[in-house]
């Protein structure tokens, strides 16, 4: 239910952050995919868990953008051991794609157990700078 909620702040932090209209679309599907995924497979469906996302507006030496951290509640698994959802007995599959998207939509990304427990995705996507 709070999908579009998460859809729109995250579409506001990243119009903030100088994101185009391109960047915007496929950081909030990252989000999108990257929220479904916590509370599917991460805390199995389970209404007692919650899903906890931060928004950070980041200006560096990298230049501007968004990182979107985005944590579970479940076991967490291991990221090495994820099945390539591109081999040909994966192809026909209906899920198992959320990981490579998200990784192709967005700059950088980062998987691990977090600390407070659960599995932790870091993603970020950088604004294009200005043509002249």
């Not at 506001?12 to 679309?25: P, T, Y």
């Amino acid at each position: 239910d709070m999908l579009d909620l998460v859809q729109a702040v995250s579409d506001h932090l990243g119009r903030m952050a100088g994101l185009d209209e391109d960047s915007l679309h496929w950081a909030g599907v990252a989000v999108r995919e990257c929220v479904i995924n916590a509370i599917r497979h991460g805390n199995l469906n389970d209404d007692s868990k919650r899903v906890h996302l931060e928004f950070t507006a980041l200006d560096g030496d990298a230049g501007p953008g968004i990182a979107i951290r985005v944590r579970d509640e479940g076991r967490g698994f291991d990221p090495d051991c994820l099945p390539d959802c591109r081999a040909p007995e994966n192809l026909l599959k209906g899920s198992g794609r959320g990981i490579f998207l998200i990784r192709s939509f967005m700059d950088e990304l980062e998987l691990h157990r977090a600390p407070e427990g659960g599995m932790e995705v870091v993603m970020v996507k950088r604004a294009q700078p200005q043509q002249a």
